[in-house]
Structures are given as structure tokens and as C-alpha cells.
């Protein structure tokens, strides 16, 4: 059981965990250290394996959209057809 005194507050705001940010400087310095490896080793990939990791690697980057079903009943909207007018500079 739980011994001394509970902090209701949380942790203040933009604190970081000390543990996390540990592990992630590792980590960082290892991918550092290994990125001419890494590099080489890709080149020697077929181009299936070579498009697979650079697909997940993506991840990492690039927000995972995910798509989604909307249902449309025909005279739902009050409008017809959008114009859009391009303004140039």
C-alpha cells in the first residue's frame, strides 16, 4: 500500500519523465552511430524488402490517415456545385 503523501496536482505541464528521455538519447545516439550501416543495408535489399521498410519506416513521419464511410442521401445538400476561384499572385 500506497505510503505518503499523494500528489493530487500531477506533474506540471511540459515536464519530462527522465527515464523516457533517457532511453530516447540512447537511442538516438545508436541510430546515429549505425546510420552508414543502415544505409548500406538497404542498398543491398530487393526492391519488395526495400519498399516494405521504407513503407514502415514512414510511420514514423508521416501521420497515418484512416478512412472513413459517410453515408450521403442525395438532397441532403442546399447546394448544387462548388466553385472554387484560384487568385493569382
Not at 59 to 66: A, D, E, L, S, Y
Amino acid at each position: 500500500m500506497f505510503k505518503g503523501t499523494p500528489n493530487l496536482n500531477g506533474r506540471k505541464v511540459g515536464s519530462t519523465n527522465k527515464v523516457s528521455s533517457e532511453v530516447k538519447g540512447m537511442i538516438a545516439e545508436l541510430v546515429d552511430g549505425e546510420s552508414r550501416t543502415f544505409k548500406e543495408r538497404l542498398e543491398n535489399l530487393s526492391d519488395k524488402d526495400y519498399c516494405q521498410i521504407y513503407i514502415q519506416l514512414m510511420r514514423f513521419v508521416v501521420p497515418t490517415m484512416k478512412s472513413i464511410d459517410i453515408p450521403v442521401i442525395q438532397d441532403e445538400f442546399p447546394f448544387q456545385k462548388v466553385e472554387i476561384e484560384i487568385i493569382g499572385k
